[in-house]
């Protein structure tokens, strides 16, 4: 089954939009649990040594590259995808 590249790409960036939003409810909420969780995904780097605030305009910043690379990553997958079963 083909799939459409725009389609995959929209999916692709919304379900990206969507998990960063979560996220960062989820540090307002839950600081701890989220460090212990995005540490424990990391290797255990020690992320509470960075430092730094997440501003309005950081995260407006990083919700639209994420969402943007999200979108490219699921256009050339579909791409991809559909080139390789034709290959078959």
């Known amino acids: 089954m083909k799939k459409d590249p725009i389609a995959t790409a929209h999916a692709a960036g919304i379900t ?22 995005a540490q424990s995904w990391f290797h255990s780097i020690a992320l509470n040594q960075v430092s730094g605030s997440l501003t ?3 995260f407006i910043l ?24 034709k290959s078959k």
Do not use: D, E, H
């Not at 990206?16 to 989220?34: D, E, K, S, Y």
């Not at 943007?68 to 079963?85: D, E, M, Q, R, T």
């Open 62 to 85: 990083g919700l639209v590259s994420l969402i943007i690379s999200a979108w490219l990553v699921g256009y050339v997958f579909a791409n991809l995808y559909n080139y390789f079963l």
């Open 56 to 58: 309005t305009g950081s």
């Open 16 to 37: 990206a939009g969507i998990i960063f939003v979560v996220c960062r409810l989820a540090f307002a909420l839950l600081p701890n649990l989220t460090m212990a969780i």
